[in-house]
């Protein structure tokens, strides 16, 4: 086991005041349906694994999970007015995007062994319109690491939302869980790692296409 993080007391404070703040901002801008949040296991640590069709995915799953997350963001949000606020505030982990982030890999690792679930969208990078991309091998690694389960999430209507409400209409923003799994080991010193790892990151892809119109499902499909 892990040594315990602490979350600072800002970062906590944040969580418990913009949690409620933007459930309601959601619902005033959109029509909000969630569904499976009785297969949430009652402890962490666990990785949450969803696709990323927008950039409120992160904002619409860490505003309605049942328990706090940590969250992987991009690095480069960092570098964007309001939005570097908002990472700083929650206390994001930054994910430099196109490379081998070894620093932001243990840093999951570690809270994920210490008890803290965690959030991360395999993709790496938004698709921007319904239809899932190939994942990168992180969630999978992680998981192998950490010996934990995952639970998969499908979203969907997060890229219509201003777009709606321009045509004077509320998009529909839906949250599907799905039942938490078990993947296999994989042991990354092993000269096959990189077939296991591949393996495990189908599998995690496929339980979240599971959860989603065909239309969103892109290469998982």
């Known amino acids: 086991?892990?040594?315990?993080?602490k979350i600072p007391l800002g970062n906590r404070i944040f969580r418990r005041v913009g949690k409620p703040f933007f459930r309601t901002l959601f619902r005033i801008l959109s029509r909000v349906e969630l569904q499976g949040f009785e297969h949430v296991p009652l402890e962490g640590g666990y990785l949450v694994t969803g696709n990323h069709v927008s950039l409120y995915d992160p904002a619409f799953v860490l505003a309605f999970w049942p328990a706090d997350l940590e969250a992987a963001g991009a690095a480069d949000i960092l570098n964007r007015p309001g939005q570097n606020i908002l990472m700083r505030c929650y206390g994001g982990i930054p994910v430099h995007r196109g490379e081998v982030d070894r620093t932001l890999l243990q840093a999951m690792i570690d809270r994920l062994k210490s008890g803290l679930s965690v959030y991360i969208a395999p993709e790496g990078t938004r698709s921007h319109l319904?239809?899932?991309?190939?994942a990168h091998h992180g969630a999978a690694y992680v998981v192998a690491k950490a010996g934990v389960l995952v639970v998969p999430v499908g979203m969907t209507g997060t890229e219509d939302i201003f777009k709606s409400r321009r045509e004077g209409v509320k998009a529909t923003l839906r949250m599907v869980v799905g039942r938490p799994i078990q993947l296999p080991p994989v042991n990354t010193r092993a000269s096959n790692r990189r077939?296991?790892?591949?393996?495990?990151?189908?599998?995690?892809?496929?339980?979240?296409?599971d959860l989603l119109p065909i239309e969103y499902r892109g290469v998982y499909g």
């Open 1 to 5: 086991m892990a040594s315990e993080i």
């Open 130 to 134: 319904p239809g899932m991309q190939q």
């Open 195 to 209: 077939q296991a790892l591949l393996a495990n990151t189908n599998m995690i892809m496929k339980a979240i296409a």
